[in-house]
């Protein structure tokens, strides 16, 4: 996720002429392991770079990111960490906003990662009661 923000931060900064645009994606992919603040903390070098030399630059960089930032949180992030946590992408999404509706902050933090542990936890008891049960094992 972070390596995608890095490549196509770059790409864009390097586009709209931004000087140091290697380094401002860099930092922009360190700080999108953040949850949810990493993203904009990521954009804050950019903005003060700019904001009195040329707003405009800034503007549009902004704008950009955001862009970049939706496409990654909508798209590409319910699909990486679905595809290491073997979680379907909708599932994600689901649970990001009900943990949020529910718990706010922290319940988007925990949700993903509660929900993988339980669904780890559940599928070893069905195998360990299918393995008694095929091999006639009483608990």
Known sequence: DAGFIFVF???????????????????????NVIPYIGPYLGLVPVVLAYVATDPKK???????IMILQQ????????????GAMKIHPLTIMVLLVLGGNIYGLIGMLVAVPGYAIIKEIVKFAAGVYDYHK???IVL
């Not at 800034?58 to 950009?64: E, G, K, L, P, S």
């Open 9 to 31: 931060s770059f790409i864009g900064y390097q586009v709209m002429g931004v000087q140091y645009a290697f380094l401002f994606a860099l930092v922009a992919a360190v700080t």
């Open 134 to 136: 095929k091999n006639k």
């Open 71 to 82: 496409i990654d949180g909508n798209i590409i992030y319910p699909r990486v960490v679905g």
């Open 58 to 64: 800034m503007i549009i960089a902004i704008i950009y």
